[in-house]
Nanobody, 119 residues
Framework: QVQLVESGGGLVQPGGSLRLSCAAS????????MGWYRQAPGKERESVATLTSGGRSNFGDSVKGRFTISRDNAKNTVYLQMNSLKPEDTAVYICNAVARYPGYEHTYWGQGTQVTVSS
């Protein structure tokens, strides 16, 4: 079992920045990829950014060039630095982690943290 604890959401003005954190904990678990998704009211959940334990990253088209993702493998913590925020970035941001077990992988999801971009 893996628990994901997210932090860092809040209210920010357009053009501002926020940094989200997500810490994964679990006994004797190997975490492969970690990342962030978001879901705005009335919209489908979309991938924001993912980062594998090997350092390979992917970003959603709408955030490329504005968001960066980093990870502390020793702490199983992933960070999402969000710059030049726009009102359309407003959503619940949800962390996920892919845990590797013998013969299979399982994806865990956090509770989500609200990010609101508004003046």
């Amino acid at each position: 079992q893996v628990q994901l604890v997210e932090s860092g959401g809040g209210l920010v003005q357009p053009g501002g920045s926020l940094r989200l954190s997500c810490a994964a904990s679990g006994r004797s678990v190997s975490i492969n990829a970690m990342g962030w998704y978001r879901q705005a009211p009335g919209k489908e959940r979309e991938s924001v950014a993912t980062l594998t334990s090997g350092g390979r990253s992917n970003f959603g088209d709408s955030v490329k060039g504005r968001f960066t993702i980093s990870r502390d493998n020793a702490k199983n913590t992933v960070y999402l630095q969000m710059n030049s925020l726009k009102p359309e970035d407003t959503a619940v941001y949800i962390c996920n982690a892919v845990a590797r077990y013998p013969g299979y992988e399982h994806t865990y999801w956090g509770q989500g943290t609200q990010v609101t971009v508004s003046s």
